[in-house]
Every structure is written in C-alpha cells, then in structure tokens.
C-alpha cells in the first residue's frame, strides 16, 4: 500500500471514536473506499479500536458484504436460486469456475474476474441465468458459457 493510500485509511479513521463498537462501519467505509480491505488496512483498524487482527478477519469472512481481496475488473454472479439450480445452476458454476480458474468468491490473479453467486437475479424464467458486469445471460449452458468467456479472458473482451 503507498503512503498516500495509508493515509487516506488514517483520514477515515480520524472519523472515528475508535470504539470496538464501530468496526463494521468502518470497515464498511474503507471498502466502499478501496473495494476491499486491505491487509494494511485490517493492522491500522486493529490498532486504532484496540480489537486482535484475528477477529477482525474472522469478522470480515462472517460477513458476505466484506472483501479480503480485490474485486476483479469484471463481476460474474451465477444464481442460485431455485429456478435455476433445477434447471443446471451447479453445472454452470462448475464450467465457469474452470474456464475462469478460480472458485466462487475468488478473483483471478489478473484481477480480470470475480467470482459470485446469488439468490436470485430476478429473471428467474430464463434460468439458468448469470451476470457479466450487470448484463443478465438467460438460459444458460455448459457451451454458452465457454462462447462467453473464452472471447473475453483471452482476448480481453466480452460478447455483449
Ligand atoms: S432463481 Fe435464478 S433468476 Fe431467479
């Protein structure tokens, strides 16, 4: 992390009473700053509230809205919802999560995909659905899915 990144988190921080009893809002703040916590960032709220590394990571791992990592350049949610699992949800996970190299919940280490799943997107008469950067793809399968992300994780681009 670079000096001035450090010292924006301390600028957060200077917002705070630096009770334990404000650690989800700030470390909802530093994300919503950084798209992440950073490792740098968990030491100095440590500190600051006085509260073990350890339990701040296993905060952050408890909740689903909080990141360890960076999230990826592009946003790939599969959903899981009802509608979807009966009609291949798993089998779609399964396809992207080879394609991409990386499990629900990780980024690539380019830092070109995250991986998520959902509850349901709302198109649940598509299903199996999945979004790219927000772009609902209905009726899904195993093909549709290397078509989609063969062209863009090798060449950098995306079927819109
Ligand atoms: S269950 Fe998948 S879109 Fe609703």
Redesign the pocket.
Same mark, same amino acid.
């Given at each position: 992390m670079d000096e001035l990144a450090e010292e924006f988190l301390r600028e957060i921080l200077s917002f705070y009473q630096g009770h334990k009893s404000e650690l989800i809002p700030i470390l909802l703040e530093i994300q919503n700053n950084f798209g992440y916590l950073p490792k740098e960032a968990i030491l100095l709220v440590s500190n600051f509230i006085n509260v073990p590394k350890g339990h701040i990571y296993s905060v952050a791992s408890f909740y689903t809205r909080l990141r360890l990592l960076p999230l990826g350049r592009h946003r790939v949610t599969v !959903?899981?919802?009802? $509608? %979807?699992?009966i009609r291949g $949800?798993p089998q779609i996970l399964k396809e992207i999560e080879n394609v991409l190299g990386i499990k629900e919940g990780e980024t690539s280490s380019d830092l070109e995909y995250t991986l998520d799943t959902v $509850? !349901?997107?709302? !198109? %649940?008469a598509? $299903?199996? %659905?999945l979004t790219v950067d927000g772009k609902v793809h209905g009726a899904m399968n195993t093909d549709k899915v290397k078509k989609i992300f063969e062209a863009s994780s090798v060449k950098g681009k995306h079927e819109q």
């Open positions: !959903c899981r919802g009802t $509608a %979807c699992h $949800a $509850a !349901c997107i709302g !198109c %649940c598509l $299903a199996p %659905c």
